[in-house]
């Protein structure tokens, strides 16, 4: 039997072509034309219950992973990861939600009992 919880949430591209839904069960990022012609999957062992995921205004993907305790940016078509952001090191714990902020340059991950902030360049 296959469970599967299709959005978790979800996420539109700056110009408005692209819409980025996650699921946690099974964990899958899909990637939507705006006519909602499937386009692309991405799903990795490293990304356990997505549960957070956030386009910034420059069209970059971040997705974070509750059990997997990480936050990945994924390319813009949705297809493979770009770098790992954030993990267990840098203090996240159970990481709920994920957004950036252009004015700090910073993440900012919602997590279970706090809010982490972590500078990027």
């Known amino acids: 039997m296959l469970l599967c ?3 978790e949430k979800c996420a539109v591209s700056p110009t ?7 699921s946690y069960y099974p964990d899958k990022l899909l990637t939507l034309a705006r006519d909602g ?8 062992t490293a990304l356990e219950c997505l549960r957070g995921l956030h386009v910034t205004p420059a069209g970059k993907v971040l997705v974070c992973g509750r ?5 990945l940016q994924v390319g813009w078509e ?5 770098a790992t952001l954030a993990t267990k090191e840098d203090g996240l714990s159970l990481p709920e ?12 991950v ?6 982490l902030v972590i500078r990027v360049e």
């Open 5 to 7: 919880f299709a959005v």
């Open 110 to 115: 919602g997590q279970r009992d706090n809010i």
């Open 67 to 71: 059990w997997s305790t990480n936050v």
């Open 97 to 108: 939600s994920v957004c950036y902020s252009s004015t700090t340059s910073s993440i900012i």
């Open 78 to 82: 949705g297809k493979s990861k770009l």
């Open 37 to 44: 012609t499937l386009l692309a999957t991405y799903s990795d």
């Open 16 to 22: 408005g072509d692209r819409l980025y839904i996650i």
